[in-house]
Every structure is written in C-alpha cells, then in structure tokens.
C-alpha cells in the first residue's frame, strides 16, 4: 500500500474516525491497512454503495457489508483493461520459468522460526550473522557441507536441522507460495546471498542443485498470462486510487501519500 507512516499520534483518525485505541499497539503496518480500509469505506458511503449507518469496528475489522460494498467499490473506479495479446506475449517471453512444469530443486536451509513472543530483531541479527558466515564459507572452504550442517542441527528451528538441514528435491507445490518464489524461477546455486521469508520465519538456503523444467507453451498459458498482467494493473490502479482518496481526506496521526488531482479515471 502506497502509505508512508511518520508520526503516529495515541490515536490516528481518518475524516475525524478513530483507527485505533489508545490501550492498543499496532505495527505501522497495521495502522496503514487500517488507515486504507476506513478511506475505502468512506469512500463507499459517499458512493452510496454502503448505507451511512454503517460503522468501522474498534478491531479494525470491515462489516461484511463494507467489505461487500468496497468490492463494488472498486469495480466501479478503477479502469483495468483486457491485456493486449502482444503485451502477454512479450511477459511470457521475459517470464518462462514461471510458465513451465516440472522444476526441481535440492535444497537445504536453516529455519529460524517467528514464534508468539520471540524477540524479532534479535532472531534476524542471528539468522543474519548465520547468513554471512556461511557465505563466507560458500565455494571458499573445505569444510562447506560440514559448515551448514552444524549450523542447521545448531541453530535451525525445523526438524530437518538433526540432518543438517537437508530438505531433499522439491517442487513448488512442495513449497509455501513465498517460500517457492524465492527457490524457483531463478538460476543460482549455492548459499542464496539473502535470507527467505515465509510464514514459518527467517530462512537461510543454499541450493545444492537444479532441474529445469519444461516450458508450456504460451497458448496453454495464455489466461494465466493475461490473469498476471491484470492483477499488476489492478494493484497499481488501487495505489493511484488509495493516493486520491487520502488527498481529499483529514488524515491525523499518520501521513498517507496523497494527490489533488485524479490519478485514476
């Protein structure tokens, strides 16, 4: 979402509506989705897809109405246009490893997991300082397998650490989605030179080997190709929708991106 967070008061507010309480703590993160949502309730109401009796809960939580209400919402203001044929043509071309079947990868990793409670900037320091040792290590030590194996039954979080790490040929519906965008698709072998995110928490990965898969041909493909390049418009078309709304808006205890002047038709 196109929100920059400054300065976020004891209670953020959007046209005067509370975002917030002031026992809760929420991430910036939090308070800029909250920040988006209320902008495209109101924004709702004043179409008059929404009935002004609604109201934003104090969990941040849309109705199922408002929901239901944005979704028209949206249908209504943004302009996403069929891609033409030569524009999916030229992403497939620039995008085959993601139109093909079949890829393998040897993996291993060290898993340093996001538990309730844990403290997260201490767990990134130590999935960091784990990253570049074994770095270090990667096609310039002897002792490389034996490095990320001890580090993985040392430090990994997941059972696969008590056999150094390994986590054998996968395919990517072996793999969570973030998990999968990181291993596949891509041509590097070795210790990945950042660390992964997954639901699961802060990865350091090494690929031990590569199998190509085989590219689909672009007319078995085309509606996922099409389906890609629409959903790349409609994000970009929410941003520049999200900017106009905020800059007609009363925005206090954050700073949202905002336009005086319409950027979506």
Known sequence: MPIDTLNQSPIARING??????????????????????????????????????????????????????DVLLEQSLNIPEPADDACRRHYAANQAIYSTGERVRVRHVLFAVTQGVDVVALRGRAEKALLDLRCHDGKHPDVELAFAKTARTLSNCPSGAGGGELGWLLTSDCAPEFAKELFGHVEVGVLPRLVHSRFGLHVVEVLAREPGINLPYESVRGAVAMSLRQKTYVTALRQYLRLLAGKAVIEGLVLDAADTPLVQ
Request: hydrophobic share 40%.
């Open 17 to 70: 509506v509370a975002l917030n309480r002031v026992d809760e703590t929420l991430s910036s993160d939090e308070l800029r989705q909250r920040g988006c949502s209320e902008l495209l309730r109101q924004a709702a109401q004043s179409a008059g897809v929404l009935a002004p009796s609604d109201v934003p809960a104090d969990d941040g939580v849309l109705s199922e109405a408002a929901s239901d209400a944005i």
